[in-house]
């Protein structure tokens, strides 16, 4: 078992403290954490601020999800709406029951153990497709 980084993160964003996360406290959450690193207040991240944002609350530069895939219009610029859109579509697939709410377990990543194989990749280890 395992939490992806994306699935860390809306963890923390629970603000009541019932370990559950809204899609309301998901957003104010992601709003808090563009603000932290927008410190200039510029209204978007370049790739490096982005970088930034994701070691500062992903853990890793090159956590998942890539600017690549964030930057949905592709200006080399992240907003906060691109951040926002990106982490709902996290949101919707993290919440198995569609109940509108995120529960740890429904948070959790479980891989099967098989022999020979490394479990299935998340949707977002696979190419995406840039638009449709
Ligand atoms: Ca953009
Ligand atoms: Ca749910």
């Known amino acids: ?10 963890a923390t964003f629970d603000s009541d403290g019932d370990a559950l996360v809204t899609r309301e406290e998901l957003e104010d959450g992601l709003t808090r ?3 932290a690193i927008d410190r200039a207040n ?3 991240l370049g790739y490096i ?10 853990g890793d ?3 998942l999800p890539s ?3 964030v930057d949905r219009d592709g200006d080399h610029r ?16 993290y919440d198995r029951d569609r109940d509108g709410v995120l529960t740890r377990a429904e948070l959790l990543t479980i891989r099967p153990r098989v022999f020979g194989d490394d479990g299935p990749l998340p949707e977002d280890g696979k190419k995406r497709k840039r638009r449709r």
């Open 78 to 93: 992240i907003s906060p709406r691109e951040l926002q859109t990106r982490f709902s579509e996290y949101f919707t697939r």
């Open 42 to 44: 510029t209204g978007t």
């Open 49 to 58: 601020a982005f970088a930034d944002w994701a070691e500062r609350y992903l």
């Open 67 to 69: 600017p690549f895939e």
């Open 33 to 35: 954490t563009f603000a």
């Open 1 to 10: 078992m395992a939490y992806e980084p994306a699935a860390m993160l809306i």
């Open 61 to 63: 530069r090159n956590a």
